[in-house]
């Protein structure tokens, strides 16, 4: 497996409704870590859905735990329980499938989220010291979020190959456009960095 992924989700169905996707969802994950970022955006409105960062961890082949260190809709993440469990479809995407707080409703609802992965061999991760910013780049996509002064902020970006420019896809009002660089020579998991003015915390890389 490559050092990383993007999954895109397909649809959502809370029980007992149709299937739909009301939401742009992109997720990047770091494969041995387990750090991930998780952003959506709605289709219809921009207005941001839901984002998040944190780890994932499999307790067992069947199962994926997703532990949230920041979450748009809580200053309490590590209390958020997001625990889902995965079935392979037959065209090679992802069934899972649990019980979250339906938004739309406030009440514990069963789901079934379809996902989409794509593996990528080139990846960045980084925390800012403080915990409070999260930034991701896997192949051609960007992910950041964060909370600052009290306020929460998200964006998705896309880049149509390596050497073009990133175009933002998805983002709130009070979203800083800054982009992780493609070279970091010297860069080194389980180091603090200095860029852009604010130490970080590189998380996870490849190239």
């Known amino acids: 497996m490559l050092p990383a992924f993007i999954s895109f989700r397909d649809s959502i169905r809370w029980l007992p409704d149709d299937a739909s996707e009301p939401t742009h ?20 409105t921009g207005q941001l859905d839901w984002a998040f960062a944190g780890y994932r ?48 409703t406030g009440t514990l609802t069963k789901y079934e ?6 593996e990528s061999n080139s990846a960045l991760f980084l925390r800012n010291t403080s915990a409070s910013v999260w930034r991701a780049r ?16 998200a964006w998705q970006a ?25 070279s970091c020579l010297g860069w080194e998991a389980g180091t603090t960095i200095e860029w852009c003015g604010e130490s970080w915390e590189i998380l996870a890389i490849a190239s």
Request: net charge negative; glycine share 6%.
């Open 25 to 44: 969802t992109v997720v990047l994950t770091a494969t041995d870590s387990g750090v991930f970022l998780d952003v959506r955006f709605e289709k219809e």
């Open 57 to 104: 961890s499999s307790p067992d082949p069947n199962h994926t735990k997703f532990t949230h260190y920041i979450d748009s809709r809580t200053q309490n993440a590590l209390a958020v329980v997001d625990i889902g469990t995965n079935t392979q479809l037959a065209d090679g995407r992802t069934l899972e499938a649990g019980e979250m707080i339906n938004p739309t």
């Open 113 to 118: 989220e379809v996902w989409r992965d794509l």
């Open 138 to 153: 896997v192949g051609n996509w960007q992910l950041a979020l964060g909370r600052t002064d009290g306020e929460f902020w």
């Open 158 to 182: 896309e880049r149509s190959g390596p050497e073009q420019p990133w175009v933002l896809k998805y983002s709130t009002k009070a979203s800083p456009e800054t982009f992780l660089p493609d």
